[in-house]
């Protein structure tokens, strides 16, 4: 009820790439150890020692979405995962693609300022990098090449596996930005570095992970008592650990009934928004993320006539910067396309009902804007 006694109108909830809800088991196997297990996981008694084991089997479930081979630090999330990797990367040239997340657009731009080469590739009207200007850019001199699986913006699947090969004939390391992907898309096992986020797959913010090929070691970023493998300094959190540790099995085991519930949600929203144009690639795509355009909207006023549904006007790094999607530029978008264009993501729990009311309620509000 709402503060005059009236029935409030429930939120649908249409903004997956930005976060998930978190789910109910995740939230089961964290509260014991935020109420009662409360022990610093470092430390050498019985208590600790019970509280790190929490860890340890929560790490464990985390890595077997990711390759063989391989050692797995918690973070505080993908951000430091991400600097960690391109600031402790070894001496050299950084390649990257203009649709990267501000994490790591804007580590490169750092490390170039500090002076090291930094090459940002274009991607054409698809979102999709041309490999054959990329294999150009990747050469000897190149230490880091940088691309991220499933674009968090457009839903776009880069070929990852392809710029791994090309980083590697070059010498250098590949790093996968896996957050939008992991749990959902293959993450190819030519990868060095992935960073991934637990609040994107139905797990705690708070925390992420870096997963390290076997010989691979940046440099720390920051310095303390090396408690992740010498690499990440700081007390852990086995709650937070504990939650991913568990939103990953549910990833693991669900996969199958999750994908054709987000493909039977992606072919129903396409049908309902069949005035819309879809930004990206048509086909090499994640089905739960679809950033839209019609012509001549306000998106801004578009949100605030569907106030009872959560979608995105891009990232939510970003949103509120004011300027125009850079990855809807990248695009060849202008701003004025840009700003008529909004994302609705959607996964495991957004019901085929909560889908068709927000497309009602979207399509209405789009319709009365374009009314004379």
């Known amino acids: 009820m709402d503060r005059h006694g009236a029935a409030s109108t429930p939120m649908i909830y249409l903004d997956y790439q930005a976060t998930t809800p978190l789910a109910p088991e995740a939230f ?6 935020l ?24 790490r464990d479930a985390v890595a077997r979405l990711l390759p063989p081979g391989g050692q797995l ?13 391109i600031q402790g990367a070894p001496p050299g040239g950084i390649v990257t693609i203009a649709t990267e997340h501000a994490a790591v657009l804007d580590t490169a ?13 274009p991607v054409g009207a698809d979102g999709l990098v041309d490999l054959e200007a990329a294999a150009r850019v990747i050469v000897p001199g190149v230490a880091l090449v940088v691309a991220m699986l499933v674009n968090n913006e457009i839903g776009v699947i880069q070929p990852v596996a392809a710029l791994a090969d090309l980083a590697h004939s070059a010498g250098a ?9 992991y749990g959902r898309v293959p993450i190819p096992p030519a990868c060095d570095m992935i960073a991934i986020s ?10 992420g992970a870096l997963w390290l090929r076997d010989g691979v070691r ?10 992740e493998g010498g690499l990440r300094s700081g007390t852990l959190s086995p709650a937070l650990c504990a939650g991913f540790g568990v939103a990953a099995r549910l990833m693991r085991e669900r996969a199958g009934s999750d994908r054709a519930h987000v493909e039977s949600l992606a072919a129903l929203a396409r049908t309902f928004f069949a005035d819309w144009t879809l930004n990206g690639s048509d086909t090499h795509r994640y089905p739960g993320n679809l950033n839209l355009r019609r012509n001549g909207i306000d998106r801004a006023r578009l949100l605030s006539d569907c106030r009872n ?44 009902d909560e889908m068709e009311r927000a497309a009602i309620l979207l399509n209405e509000a789009a319709a009365a804007q374009a009314a004379p």
């Open 109 to 121: 731009d750092a490390m170039g300022r500090a002076g090291r080469d930094v090459t940002v590739l």
């Open 218 to 227: 940046p440099a720390p970023l920051i310095h303390g008592g090396g408690q």
């Open 73 to 85: 630090l918690f973070t505080s999330g993908a951000t430091e995962a991400l600097n960690i990797a």
């Open 28 to 33: 089961d196997a964290m509260v014991p150890l």
């Open 198 to 207: 637990a609040h994107k797959i139905h797990g705690p913010k708070g925390v």
């Open 173 to 181: 390391l590949f790093l996968c930005d896996a957050v939008q992907g």
């Open 35 to 58: 109420r009662d297990q409360f022990a610093n996981p470092h430390s050498a008694h019985r208590l600790g020692r019970a509280a790190a084991a929490q860890v340890e089997v929560a």
């Open 309 to 352: 549904v959560a979608f995105s006007l891009g990232s939510a790094c970003a949103s509120g910067s004011g300027r125009p999607s850079h990855v809807l530029r990248a695009l060849g978008l202008s701003d004025g396309h840009a700003r008529a264009s909004v994302r609705i993501g959607f996964g495991r729990y957004t019901s085929r």
